[in-house]
């Protein structure tokens, strides 16, 4: 048999059949990265992250762009009726001794409980939404998603948060790999420059589909057309 290239382009923008197949995933949209008091931004190691260049575009990026697009989108998922998820970094342990090889190289540990592992209060999470924690770049690899996307029937997966070219990209990439439709929504993903955010979309855009909020809402809460009687 011959090799052949034969790309669907089209089957990657497919529309988002039915709120209830779909569920959307703020990734790492809590204290320890998104408030300047997290400790991420403390200095320990010879670092100071918190006057770096990058950490002051990050947080104008949230500020001005992100926060507001995450709060419009977790309003319309929750009114269309999509699944709300949240994954932050956070260890399972006190000590962090669950931690993946790279959070440890990172320096990332944020143990269970604290303030750094809560989701930002601008986007708190409802009683009723699951928050997991990850110890890993991608939420595929240190949780179970997997199992409880497939147990609620979920084909969709609407991905937001940060960073952008790091934990959101490699979400992107893994959903895809396993067979889920992946909906990024830009306005709504951040990093430490315009650089790096621009060359991650450019990265990904062939696992995903991008939608602004707006775009989303006109798909999510045009009425059902009426099956022909």
Not at 142 to 147: E, K, L
């Amino acid at each position: 048999k011959m090799a052949s290239y034969v790309p669907q382009k089209q089957l990657r923008e497919e529309a988002i059949a039915s709120p209830i197949t779909a569920t959307v995933l703020f990734i790492d949209t809590q204290n320890y990265n998104c408030h300047r008091n997290g400790a991420i931004y403390g200095t320990s190691g010879g670092t100071d992250r918190a006057h770096d260049p990058g950490t002051s575009y990050f947080f104008s990026r949230l500020e001005q762009v992100c926060k507001p697009a995450w709060i419009a989108l977790q309003t319309l998922c929750r009114t269309a009726g999509v699944e709300v998820m949240y994954t932050v970094i956070q260890s399972l342990t006190a000590d962090g001794r669950d931690r993946s090889r790279d959070y440890v190289i990172s320096g990332f540990h944020v143990p269970p409980g604290c303030w750094d592992a809560q989701v930002i209060e601008e986007l708190k999470p409802g009683l009723n939404e699951m928050v997991l924690p990850k110890t890993s770049s991608s939420v595929f690899n240190s949780t179970n998603i997997d199992f409880i996307l497939r147990s609620m029937n979920k084909r969709y997966l609407i991905l937001a948060g940060c960073v952008t070219d790091q934990c959101v990209a490699h979400a992107v990439m893994d959903a895809c790999d396993m067979g889920y439709m992946v909906t990024l929504v830009p306005e709504a993903t951040a990093t430490y420059s315009q650089q790096r955010q621009d060359a991650a979309l450019e990265a990904i855009k062939g696992y995903c589909r991008m939608r602004s909020v707006e775009e989303l809402a006109l798909e999510l809460l045009q009425p059902a057309v009426a099956a022909p009687s």
